[in-house]
């Protein structure tokens, strides 16, 4: 029942930005779980009630190096935290080992050359690095933030990934200028793909993956425009849980509106949703 929960969090939680979404195809033959959703009758009560633990990572401070304030730019890869926070208009990374201890503070100006009229608006994992994603460039930097490439960006498709063992799974949004059509792999082998060559204008998420494996080397991973989770092992999809909201609280994804500025006035006459 907790990793149920988690998951229900997971789904609600990781809508931030808006992007593209997708039509998706996948295997028949994975169990999917349908759970029905009362959110008139789930409101209310403490944390404490739904969490069987809860455990707070301290992380620690050096007097040089104290972020004012945390970004939801938060990220953990390959057994480290890494945090975006900016000090005075400058950027910085400051990667935590899971125990809290302060690892590395990267200046990103000064050493990734990143151009300093770049803002940067995005933090995610690309198989064992982070990546900061700005208008024009990606900064790839090592978990120990020694090593760092710095690209110019071709296209616009965006990208998370994940670890799960030795496996990586990798999920790219639908972009037609980028020609995609996988949508999520595992080490190169597509699981799912993309049934429709059709952009559709609705919410992108921070982050695609839960950020740490529970119970034995499992993942949940959650694409645009879906109301599923998919739970992932090293090697499959091992279950679907779909989850069914009262029609009154979602927004109808069948809709395909041509811009942003329709999709806004669609949102803009809706009330109540859940998004």
Known sequence: ?????????????????????????????????????????????????????????PLETI????????????????GHIGIFNKVNSKPFLHIYALDGTLSKVVDI????KLPTSE?????????????????????????????FSLTKRKDFAFI???????SIWRYSIYDTSAAVKNALTVNSIPLITYSSPTNEYYIRKSSYFSPLCVSGNVRYFSPDNHFNIFELNATEITKIYDFIFPQKSIIDTSVNHKSY?????Y????????V
């Open 1 to 57: 029942m907790r990793n149920i929960f988690i998951s229900i969090t997971f789904l609600l939680c990781t809508g931030v930005n808006l992007l593209f979404a997708q039509n998706l195809s996948y295997s028949s033959a994975i169990p999917v779980n349908q759970l029905r959703i009362d959110l008139d009758g789930s409101m209310g009560g403490n944390v404490s009630d739904m969490l069987s633990d809860l455990e707070y990572i």
């Open 261 to 265: 500025k329709e999709f806004f006035e």
């Open 119 to 147: 803002d940067i608006y995005q933090l995610k994992v690309w198989d064992n690095s982070f990546v900061l994603v700005s208008e024009n460039y990606t900064i790839n930097i090592s978990t120990n933030g020694t090593d």
């Open 160 to 166: 998370d990934s994940a670890r799960i063992g030795e």
């Open 267 to 274: 949102l803009s006459n809706t009330s109540g949703y859940l």
């Open 109 to 112: 100006f000064r050493l990734s």
């Open 63 to 78: 007097n040089k190096h104290i972020m004012k304030g945390v970004s939801n730019m938060t990220a953990i890869a390959d």
